[in-house]
């Protein structure tokens, strides 16, 4: 707490004439004590006006008699925003204070994990979460293999999957129909259609089309095409009841002639919103089904997989080589979005970033190399792919540690691209490119300025030569000295260059090291430079005494001995980095980028840990170094993580709420925040990936995958916050929440929806959904889990007033008046909850 | 609790409202509501108009060696730069003292086919021929180049150094705010007016970074402005005011929330403000008054000079449409600089019709490791004038030829007189070339101002040069420390491949801010905290004493 009250009490006493008197108190151990700003007497009463503490429950206005009194609370206190007024003054009962209730401490642990490990609360895992515990959550998120995920493994076994779209009626003049038929011919199973006037389905409305369960056969309601004839009801399957619809093409359909129909009756006028659902059993059939209203207004097409747009069907495109960019960005959003081993996810993000590489470099480097523009996208694709799944791997394994991290970046043919070992050369007279070897230093191992110099950067890059890319046969991926392919896709050519060139091999672009290439020199890293700038080679660099005693002093010099050939050669580099992984440099800045990620962005290099004031932020820092160093092995990262969320800064409200989201994180958060799962598998907000990439650009040039410099997209607030950012995010939040068919829903495109009405329908009794109040509790306390409701008293309001007035934003309109199951309710609260996501706080976590 | 003074969070979109809240908002002078300030940073001179800066920052470091061309220095070219080197042009006297070449296009030739340095007329130094547009703009005298820019114990990390450019303190990592930053703050109206600094990309630099008071970032000013649900007019006024409702409500102290209410409240008034303006492409209209180039059929075909801002093919160049062109390529710019084009449109836009003081521009993707030039083809239309770093050095070469232009042409609340256009670099690139036809992270570079009251060239009346406008690289009287050739010199001076500053940054940025924009020595003092301390030598010639440098002081610019 702020250590203030004492000199506002004196103030105050002197000021307020003595008679009126606020104190902080004398701590209960679980409340918090709010600093209380202004005293005043109003007609007699008293005035305290306070302000907000961190997640508070409820506040309360104490009295006393005297200071040393028994505090209790004050009769008669009336909350207004942060200000009580209390009954009428006694004068017995003269001195003040306020208590804070606050969320339960595991409660904001919890809270401040789904913010931190994952990419926000989603309303499910809320409920999991606190009930589990934070121990459990967090014990469970730090052992990933143990957590089954089935993310990206195709599911063939055949069920039921529902389809639903929301449109507007839009067939011009005479009957309203719906159709349904398959593009090619071929079968399906299909059941339970509703169509429903509304943006969304409540199951209150009345279903339109008439023997939609196909329990009493076809005819009388459907009329059925020549193609189709050989469709019959059947009961091998049922979604509901006993019986569904086989429907079987001869060939494809494409109108009402060659569909499956029904007239809808009365005739839907055009415009009008309609919500369209239907059940279809999931097969290997190709063709595709579609189901429509007359016109386009109210239309889907479904392939009958079920795994549309599922993150294991992209990444078998993206293992299949055809994948590309737009392809890998989805699959990765999606992880974010869906994946159990959250934690897993944000830090895959991390090394991605950390070890940053820009896949357009990649693909100009590829598309220089004979392929054309749709071949060099796939294959950079690939090489970022690769990379990704390489880490993926990697953080299974409890024992993991940096190095073992850092090596599959070093090893990758995107990083040897992007930062130009791919065409260093050191032998001869040549200058080796020293850009890897400064990023090594400076950004993925040491931190700037952090125990190297030019002298040891120049060192390094005649180290790093030979570092190189070959296209090899498919099976000689991870072998650097494997030959070219010479396995020809097409051995017929005569032209030998044409023979001979890369699109004409069969094989896998990947690292390779290529021995005429490097520089034969011997090394010194890490050794001190002579006034004149040449290496000193009896003087290694000594480690700084700000270490403290545990590091300091010790000679940390590397001697690679020249002419090294062949196998000697590529291992200069690995030596070099075994070497540089564990440093205390190296502990010290990859820790000190950990707490920013994981606790709040005021940790910097540098502390000097030899003196004994240290900071919070500085303890945590040399915790995790111990850590880091005193593990069976070195550099263990669950180790790392495991000091840092056990921490009590990361638990104490110095933890909670003081990050903002980065692009990637609002995006994502934001499907999240709303996205519960119904019975049926759907969610109540969803996203096909793709969409969320335009956003995620945007709102700061946050481009996946393509980051021009190397030093990864910042953590910190200034980087991403400015008036066009901010105009981004509201654009996105706002066109999340519309229905598909409004105006701006293409900024976060039509494959974004969500269902907030769903939502309330799942998680608030009947009887509350009319009520403003509770409506307005349910969403805010949902959306700002760590505010604590009684912080939010200022929102609900609001959000009250906001649910009140018709859309004209003048008109009362209220709330209770209206259908739950209507439009204007849907649109309502789509409003609304748009709005609390515009707001600063959702720009937190 | 938030300490900063809350901002009502105004309605962006209600048409029927706009012509009042406009009103309020950019017709009172600001002046008027200014704090008390010393200086007259942001006060209407007697000409009723204030003072502006534009800045450009080139982000990778720019390779200064390849952008003002040392020719002089037989040390430049062969073995230290040959796949890279730029040459003199045979058939003219390099050493001839007068104006700077600007060889326009012959209708057999294109626009940047020009193969040599363009001589400056000094005898030493040249212009990378990509620059040829910036040639007019010396020659009229507003336009200088001041070379061997750096600061003492240059950082050769991007990051770190950039962040030095931008904080105006280098080597020193407390100061979090940003040079700009500072100088709107000492014109005491960062917090009254709602625009001052304005960047246009993806996010707010460091420049204009800081914690009293929130500068302007825009990303895409055709799409600046919020959606509603429903997204009707009314719909998005209903919004406004529970935004503007929820922006006032109280919280607890978080590490962040200052920033994020400053931020919101910027964007309230900016929305406000821009609404006013026509970013559009229909509304980018802004043409050269010249046949652009020598291009008379362009010119007499569409009855005047290229468009300003390219940001189309169609509004990139001429040659395209010249009917007796046996060229189809006289694209002024890359076709990838749209981007930037309609970013610098918008930064002129928001100078030159709104109130604020200082806009700016990144332009990305200096950091020439590898490939920073073509390889050469047989009939020399690529070479070491083609490549990657060629195709930077246009869009910098036509932005300055263009705001010249646009704020001559069509000056509304700025003039070109009342202007300064600045780049910025973060550091040069080693002096001899890498095995990957490209160049690494060295030390000083190159910095180019230019504006109507930017002292450059100057003739006499028999055209006699009196001054130059290039500092710090050859010439007569234009240096305090000369221009060391061969191969222990100045190219080499600082550790082995370096060139050596001789010029700190701050002394150009302050000499602009004070003498241009209108500090006080005391509000430089503050701004820029180097000029109060005596040994680092920003004003007056010295010696940095912190790596033992000598350096000019501040270049006579303003």
């Known amino acids: 707490m702020k250590p203030s009250w004492s000199h506002r009490w004196l103030t105050t006493l002197s000021s307020a004439s003595g008679w009126l008197a606020a104190l902080a108190s004398l701590l209960a151990q679980a409340r918090e004590t709010p600093d209380v700003l202004t005293l005043g007497l109003q007609n007699g009463r008293p005035v305290v006006e306070f302000a907000p503490a961190p997640a508070t429950l409820e506040y309360r206005l104490l009295q006393a008699p005297t200071v040393n009194g028994l505090f209790a609370p004050a009769a008669e206190a009336v909350l ?357 070897a400064r990023e090594l230093c400076e950004l993925f191992c040491f931190g700037v300025d952090n125990g190297y110099d030019q002298q040891d950067i120049v060192q390094i890059s005649r180290a790093w030569t030979g570092w190189t890319l070959e296209l090899v046969q498919t099976n000689q991926e991870f072998n650097p ?119 709040h962005d005021g940790f910097h290099l540098g502390y000097d840990f030899s003196d004994d004031h240290q900071t919070p932020e500085e303890t945590l820092v040399y915790q995790c170094m111990l850590a880091w160093d005193q593990g069976t092995q070195k550099g263990q990262l669950r180790e790392v993580l495991r000091t840092i969320l056990n921490s009590d800064l990361f638990h104490s409200h110095a933890g909670s709420l003081q990050k903002v989201k980065t692009p990637l994180e609002f995006a994502v958060s934001t499907v999240r925040a709303l996205r519960a799962r119904n019975e049926d598998g759907s969610f109540t907000a969803d996203t096909d990936g793709y969409s969320l990439a335009g956003i995620i650009n945007r709102a700061g040039r946050l481009r996946l995958f393509d980051r021009a410099e190397p030093d990864g997209y910042p953590e910190d607030a200034p980087a991403w916050i400015s008036a066009g950012t901010l105009t981004e995010r509201i654009r996105f939040v706002q066109s999340a929440l519309m229905p598909v068919s409004m105006t701006g829903k293409s900024d976060a495109g039509t494959a974004t929806t969500t269902d907030p009405v769903g939502l309330l329908l799942k998680k608030l009794p009947a009887a509350q959904l009319n009520d403003a109040g509770a409506v307005a509790r349910f969403f805010t306390d949902l959306l700002f889990p760590a505010e604590g409701t009684a912080n939010l008293g200022e929102f609900r309001d609001l959000a009250v007033t906001f649910l009140n007035t018709g859309d004209d934003g003048v008109t009362t309109s209220d709330f209770n008046q209206l259908a739950t199951g209507s439009s204007n309710y849907d649109l309502r609260v789509r409003g609304l909850v748009a709005l609390l996501l515009s707001t600063q706080r959702f720009q937190e976590q | 609790m938030n300490i900063i003074s809350r901002r009502s969070f105004l309605s962006h979109s209600a048409a029927l409202g706009l012509g009042t809240a406009l009103a309020t908002l950019t017709d009172v002078p600001f002046v008027m509501k200014r704090a008390l300030a010393e200086g007259s940073i942001g006060l209407p001179g007697s000409n009723g108009r204030v003072k502006k800066l534009l800045f450009i920052f080139l982000r990778g470091a720019n390779d200064g060696l390849n952008t003002v061309i040392p020719l002089g220095d037989s040390a430049y070219g062969p073995p230290n730069r040959v796949d890279l080197e730029i040459k003199k042009d045979p058939l003219q006297s390099f050493a001839a003292i007068g104006r700077a070449v600007f060889p326009e296009a012959g209708p057999a030739a294109g626009v940047y086919d020009h193969p040599y340095g363009l001589g400056l007329g000094n005898g030493f130094a040249a212009l990378h021929p990509a620059l040829k547009f910036l040639a007019p703009i010396y020659n009229a005298g507003d336009l200088a180049a001041i070379h061997r820019v750096g600061y003492p114990k240059q950082s050769r990390s991007h990051f770190d150094s950039q962040n030095y450019w931008e904080s105006g303190a280098p080597n020193d990592n407390n100061t979090k705010d940003g040079i700009l930053y500072r100088a709107m703050v000492e014109s005491g109206l960062a917090n009254t007016a709602p625009l001052t600094g304005v960047s246009i ?100 075909a569409n009855g005047g000079g290229y468009y ?56 990305d993707g200096w950091d020439t490791h590898s490939n920073q030039v073509d390889q050469p083809n047989a009939t020399g239309t690529t070479g070491s004038h083609t490549g990657s770093h060629a195709n930077l050095l246009r869009r910098v070469g036509w932005a300055m030829y263009a705001l010249n232009k646009y704020f001559n ?79 222990t010199g100045t190219l080499f001076k600082a550790t082995g491949r370096y060139l050596q500053r001789n010029t700190d940054y701050r002394s150009v940025l302050g000499k602009l801010i004070r003498d241009h924009l209108g500090a006080t020595q005391e509000q430089l003092n503050r701004i820029v905290p180097g000029y109060a301390n005596a040994a680092e030598s920003l004003k007056a010639k010295g010696t940095q004493t912190r790596d033992n440098t000598p350096v000019i002081g501040e270049p006579d610019l303003v």
Request: proline share 4%; net charge negative.
């Open chain 1, 80 to 436: 207004t925003g942060f200000q009580f007024t209390g009954a009428a003054l006694q004068w017995d009962q003269r001195f003040f204070q306020v208590e804070a209730v606050p969320l339960a401490a595991d409660t904001l642990t919890a809270t401040t994990l789904l913010h931190r490990i994952a990419y926000g609360p989603t309303p499910d895992e809320l409920e999991r979460v606190r009930a589990l515990g934070s121990g459990a959550y967090l014990a469970e998120q730090l052992a990933p293999e143990k957590l089954s995920e089935t993310l990206d493994f195709l599911d063939p076994t055949p069920r039921w999957k529902q389809v639903k779209v929301t449109g507007v009626a839009s067939t011009s003049g005479g009957q309203t129909r719906l159709y349904m038929y398959l593009e090619g011919s071929g079968d399906a199973y299909v059941d339970n259609f509703r169509l429903v006037v509304g943006s969304s389905d409540t199951g209150t409305q009345t279903n339109l089309l008439k023997n939609a369960d196909f329990e009493t056969g076809l005819t009388g309601s459907w009329t059925v095409s020549a193609n189709l004839v050989a469709s019959a009801v059947t009961t091998d399957y049922a979604q509901n009841g006993s019986a569904c619809l086989h429907l079987v093409a001869a060939s494809g359909g494409d109108s009402q002639g060659t569909s499956i129909y029904q007239v809808i009756t009365p005739t839907v006028a055009v415009g009008t919103p309609m919500t369209l659902s239907f059940w279809y059993r999931t097969s290997a059939e190709d063709s595709p089904l579609v189901v429509r209203l007359g016109g386009s207004g109210v239309s889907s097409t479904a392939s009958l997989s079920g795994q549309d747009n599922s993150p294991a069907q992209i990444l078998a495109k993206l293992l299949s080589g055809e994948g590309t960019l737009t392809d890998l960005r989805a699959w990765h959003i999606l992880h974010a979005v869906q994946a159990r081993r959250q934690l897993s996810e944000v830090l895959r993000q991390f090394l991605e970033n950390h070890f940053v590489t820009q896949i357009s470099k990649t693909r100009d480097y590829f598309d220089n190399r004979g392929y054309d523009g749709t071949q060099a996208d796939q294959i950079s694709t690939r090489t970022e792919l690769i990379e990704n799944l390489r880490w993926q791997d990697a953080l299974l394994r409890p024992d993991v540690t940096f190095l073992d991290l850092l090596k599959i970046s070093a090893e990758s043919p995107a990083m040897i691209v992007y930062l130009d070992t791919v065409g260093s050369r050191g032998n001869g007279t040549r200058i080796a490119n020293e850009n890897y």
């Open chain 1, 481 to 599: 000295f494997a030959l070219r392919s010479k396995t020809y896709l097409d051995p017929t050519l005569t032209n030998t260059t044409e023979l001979n060139a890369n699109p004409n091999l069969q094989g896998l672009w990947a690292f390779n090291y290529q021995g005429t290439r490097h520089n034969l020199s011997a090394k010194h890293l890490f050794y001190q430079t002579k006034p004149d700038g040449s290496v000193d080679t009896t003087k290694p660099k000594i480690i700084p005494a700000r270490f403290g005693p545990r590091w300091a002093g010790q000679p940390y010099g590397l001697v690679l001995a020249a002419n090294q050939t062949g196998t000697n050669g590529i291992k200069e580099g690995y030596d070099l980095i075994s070497h540089m992984a564990n440093q205390p440099f190296t502990m010290e800045f990859i820790s000190v980028k950990l707490c920013r990620l994981l606790v």
């Open chain 2, 201 to 300: 990309g993806s996010s707010l630099p460091l420049i204009l970074r800081g914690s009293k008071a929130a500068m302007t970032n825009v990303s895409d000013p055709t799409r600046f402005n919020l959606l509603a649900v429903p997204n009707t007019p009314q719909g998005n006024a209903k919004a406004d005011t529970f935004l503007a409702a929820a922006n006032r409500a109280r919280f607890a102290d978080k590490r962040d929330r200052d920033f994020l209410e400053l931020q919101y409240g910027n964007l309230a008034s900016s929305l406000q403000i821009f609404a006013n303006i026509d970013f559009s492409e229909a509304g980018n209209t802004f043409r050269d008054d010249l046949a652009t180039d020598g291009d008379t059929d362009y010119a007499n």
């Open chain 2, 308 to 363: 300003l801002f390219p940001t189309t093919n169609e509004k990139n160049g001429g040659w395209r449409r010249s009917s007796t062109s046996t060229r189809a390529d006289k694209y002024v710019v890359p076709t990838s600089s749209y981007d930037l084009f309609n970013r610098l449109k918008a930064a002129a836009l928001v100078l030159n019709k709104t109130d604020a003081l200082v806009a700016g521009v990144s332009i």
């Open chain 2, 409 to 487: 042409r069509y000056p509304d609340k700025c003039r070109w007189d009342d202007l300064a256009v600045v780049t910025l670099s973060e550091f040069g690139r080693t002096s001899v070339e890498n095995s990957d036809n490209g160049t690494d992270h060295a030390e000083a570079s190159v910095m180019f101002t230019a504006g109507g009251g930017i002292k450059g060239f100057e003739a006499g009346p028999l055209g006699e040069v009196r001054r130059t406008g290039v500092f710090n690289c050859g010439g007569t009287g234009d240096q305090s420390v000369p221009w060391q050739t061969g191969p």
